[in-house]
């Protein structure tokens, strides 16, 4: 457990900034000031500010609700969905196995990042557009792990007690099958939370995500783009609060590895 | 020692690779320049000027030239032709220059004038409703033109880039066509124009430059890396936060003010909209002046009506409703917008004063003003929600935004008639506010019969006082156009036009 502490400890303080973002920023993120544009930091702006002279802190901690949460709701839902289907899949069998794994089959065989941009483009962009062209294809993972989890799983002879006891098939999904093959799903749901929220921020960074002026890390970013010769601090703070962020949750991811994988104990 | 000395040997050598060879001396005769103005988006890839835009690439590429051209005063003088004479008012004779020759030799005469606008109006889409010709007679030098109506601004039409004079029996094979200009093109591509120079060029002053490569670079930021690096000789084009990084020893720049506005339409199908003072006090909540000089780095001017005040109908003859943000709130309270949920935006009958704003991104000043005017707006408790999308035309045909920002050169023929048809009159093409004012109506057709340009200048000052005084749309800046180029380069100025650019004049020093 030791070995997890520091990255949760860090996790958890991201997480937590961007819960209560709103008390945290020292200006109002959105608050145009056109006479500090393009500040650089100073003891009033630490950040400096953008092109607006809004205060660029101000927008990385309230871009950290939009980044990270929205990041976080869309693995939620990504990895619950997937991973049900996987289990449905693995555990029934038949036609509807055949049918969802060869739709599976369809998405993965489009490299993630450019299918996303083009499902984003056709839905028109925002935010909430660029979460679902995101989905679109990012359940197929985790319906694959838990679905050769649960063929393992099928055949384990409480599976077959179960069975005999008369439990309902709905019922040894849920009592018995999903809860032994979290652990995995959590593990690789821990290390993709750094590969999403670089993508939706690399969805934003090309406009078709977040819109304005909602402060979005990759949106920030693109909109820095042309001053990081002329005021590079514009570009530097968000880029600097992704990589951090992803890298945080990446090192929590393996650690998590680490500790839930059996292989390792 | 020996690992440390093989690191630095490596690093050495990359660093070496990375660098840019300038060992070579630099090529005189070769012209570089990087646009971000040409292009499919654009309308204009190609060059042939009886397609859509693509007259724009003609002129401004120096491979055609039109009858009459504009001065820096955007009025007009003679270029391939002589001289003209208003025989009525449907009739005009215009002499054609006696030594002026295709860029194949072949001479330009009244009948290679004939067939080339014979064939511009049956072929381009604007032209045939500019002009409104009925016949073309040749004879010599002279080409007279007949008019079904009364056209008082034919020869600015003729001016427009669509009128490049070329010639028609040469074909159009590969998007090249035989003009006038100092260049000729050898090869025209989406993305990119080989010119050479034009040994047959009639010109008093003759192409100093063998060889010119255009190429379309959208992306501000390669235009500039490119530039800083040396392998474009000027652009075009340049994000404003980057003309800084050129304002020393090794670089020039040449700006002017241009017709091009940044406009925002209300639309009136907005029940909201349809209130002059809510109109009002949204054009008066926008801080035009800090929008000019912060966002748009001082690369502009401030507007008040559609035409800079440069032309005699343009900003210094007309006025609209100042920047005035208590002015603003005090209108909406006089019709019944006020906050009285205390949520920091007005409402009526339990709704909020919230608008659509629709908008483009393919022109960087747009979304800077979309969010300067998102902010400018919440000072007075209105709402406004920004669809900055490169999928515009899909929300204007259906219906879906109450504002309608864009970027238009509002006069590129010296002459405001053709911003009036297209933009404003009830019915036009490009009037995204449905606006519909009888008044407007009557003096677009009073302008449509007056001759004289200082009798139409009066008229366009009283139309554009209208569409202020109606607060129909509001305009933000007019733009600066700035060329960048290489401290060698001479020649090279930006025109208020925004279509002439390369001349015989463009040398390498």
Same mark, same amino acid.
């Given at each position: 457990m030791n070995k997890i502490f520091p990255q949760l400890i860090s996790a958890g303080a991201i997480i937590f900034i961007a819960i209560f973002a709103q008390y945290l920023t020292p200006f109002d993120p959105y608050e145009q000031n056109l006479a500090r544009a393009l500040t650089p930091p100073d003891s009033i702006n630490l950040l400096g500010t953008d092109r607006y002279g809004r205060d660029i802190l101000s927008r990385v901690i309230i871009g950290s609700q939009t980044t990270i949460l929205s990041a976080l709701a869309l693995l939620a839902v990504i990895s619950i969905f997937g991973s049900l289907i996987g289990a449905v899949c693995g555990f029934k069998g038949g036609k509807l196995d055949t049918f969802l794994m060869r739709l599976s089959d369809v998405f993965l065989a489009f490299p993630q990042m450019v299918f996303a941009i083009a499902a984003a483009g056709a839905l028109g962009g925002g935010l909430f557009n660029a979460a679902l062209a995101l989905a679109l294809i990012g359940w197929t993972k985790y319906a694959r792990i838990s679905r050769s989890l649960t063929l393992t799983i099928r055949k384990m002879p409480y599976i077959d007690a179960a069975k005999l006891a008369g439990t309902s098939s709905f019922g040894i999904l849920i009592n018995h099958v999903l809860p032994n093959i979290a652990g995995p799903i959590l593990v690789t749901a821990a290390l993709d939370i750094g590969t999403i929220i670089m993508e939706l921020a690399g969805l934003s960074f090309l406009g078709l995500g977040a819109m304005p002026p909602t402060a979005e890390w990759g949106a920030m970013m693109n909109n820095g783009r042309s001053m990081l010769q002329t005021a590079s601090w514009v570009i530097l703070a968000p880029g600097f609060a992704i990589f951090l962020t992803v890298a945080i949750f990446n090192l929590l991811g393996d650690a998590l590895r680490d500790v839930l994988d059996v292989k390792n104990r | 020692?020996?690992?440390?000395?093989?690191?630095?040997?490596?690093? #050495?050598?990359?660093?070496?690779?990375?660098?840019?060879?300038?060992?070579?001396?630099?090529?005189?005769?070769?012209?570089?320049?990087?646009?971000?103005?040409?292009?499919? /988006?654009?309308?204009?890839?190609?060059?042939? =000027?009886?397609?859509?835009?693509? #007259?724009?690439?003609?002129?401004?590429? #120096?491979?055609?030239?039109?009858?009459? $051209?504009?001065?820096?005063?955007? *009025?007009? *003088?003679?270029?391939?032709? *002589?001289?003209?004479?208003?025989? %009525?008012?449907?009739?005009? $004779?215009?002499?054609? $220059?006696?030594?002026?020759?295709?860029?194949?030799?072949?001479?330009?005469?009244?009948?290679?004038?004939?067939?080339?606008?014979?064939?511009?109006?049956?072929?381009?889409?604007?032209? =045939?409703? %500019?002009?409104?010709?009925?016949?073309?007679? /040749?004879?010599?030098?002279?080409?007279?033109?007949?008019?079904?109506? $009364?056209? =008082?601004?034919?020869?600015?039409?003729?001016?427009? =880039?669509?009128?490049?004079?070329?010639?028609?029996?040469?074909?159009?094979?590969?998007?090249?066509?035989?003009?006038?200009?100092?260049?000729?093109?050898?090869?025209?591509? %989406?993305?990119?124009?080989?010119?050479?120079?034009?040994?047959?060029?009639?010109?008093?002053?003759?192409?100093?430059? *063998?060889k010119i490569i255009v190429r379309s670079i959208t992306d501000g930021d390669t235009l500039t890396m490119a530039m800083q690096n040396g392998e474009l000789d000027a652009v075009q084009g340049l994000p404003y936060s980057s003309l800084k990084l050129f304002d020393n020893d090794k670089f020039k720049i040449s700006q002017v003010d241009t017709s091009r506005v940044y406009q925002a339409a209300f639309n009136f199908d907005t029940p909201e909209l349809q209130d002059l003072n809510v109109r009002r006090a949204i054009s008066m909540a926008i801080d035009k002046e800090n929008f000019t000089k912060v966002l748009l780095d001082g690369n502009g001017t401030a507007a008040v009506g559609p035409f800079p005040a440069n032309l005699s109908f343009g900003d210094n003859a007309v006025h609209a409703a100042p920047y005035d943000l208590d002015g603003a709130k005090n209108l909406l309270t006089e019709s019944g917008w006020i906050d009285t949920d205390g949520d920091g935006y007005v409402d009526k009958d339990g709704k909020n004063l919230e608008l659509r704003y629709l908008t483009y991104t393919s022109r960087q000043e747009l979304p800077l003003l979309a969010e300067a005017a998102q902010a400018n707006l919440k000072k007075i408790g209105v709402k406004l929600n920004v669809n900055a999308t490169d999928n515009y035309k899909t929300f204007l045909r259906d219906g879906d935004y109450d504002i309608f920002s864009k970027a238009i050169v509002t006069a590129p023929t010296g002459d405001a008639e053709y911003y009036f048809t297209s933009h404003i009159v009830s019915g036009a093409v490009d009037n995204a506010g449905h606006y519909n004012s009888a008044e407007i109506s009557r003096l677009e057709n009073e302008l449509h019969n007056t001759f004289g340009a200082a009798n139409r200048s009066a008229l366009a000052i009283q139309m554009s006082q209208q569409i202020l005084d109606d607060c129909a749309l509001f305009y933000a800046s007019h733009l600066k156009m700035s060329f960048v180029m290489k401290n060698n380069v001479a020649g090279f100025y930006a025109h208020p036009s925004d279509y002439y650019e390369i001349t015989a004049e463009l040398e390498k020093k």
């Open positions: - | 020692m020996k690992k440390f000395l093989a690191a630095m040997t490596s690093v #050495g050598i990359l660093i070496s690779g990375c660098g840019s060879d300038n060992s070579t001396a630099e090529d005189k005769t070769t012209f570089t320049y990087g646009t971000v103005a040409y292009g499919v /988006a654009m309308e204009n890839a190609g060059t042939n =000027p009886h397609e859509s835009y693509s #007259g724009w690439s003609t002129i401004r590429y #120096g491979i055609g030239e039109t009858l009459f $051209k504009f001065n820096e005063h955007m *009025e007009l *003088e003679p270029w391939i032709a *002589e001289s003209f004479a208003q025989i %009525d008012d449907y009739t005009v $004779k215009i002499k054609v $220059k006696d030594n002026v020759t295709f860029s194949n030799g072949k001479k330009v005469d009244g009948e290679a004038v004939k067939k080339c606008l014979e064939h511009l109006i049956v072929n381009h889409d604007r032209a =045939p409703h %500019d002009l409104k010709i009925s016949g073309i007679a /040749a004879d010599g030098q002279i080409v007279t033109i007949t008019s079904t109506e $009364k056209v =008082p601004a034919l020869l600015n039409y003729l001016s427009d =880039p669509y009128g490049c004079i070329i010639d028609v029996d040469a074909g159009f094979e590969d998007k090249i066509v035989v003009g006038t200009g100092p260049y000729r093109a050898v090869k025209v591509t %989406d993305t990119q124009i080989d010119l050479v120079r034009n040994e047959n060029y009639w010109g008093a002053v003759k192409p100093k430059l *063998e």
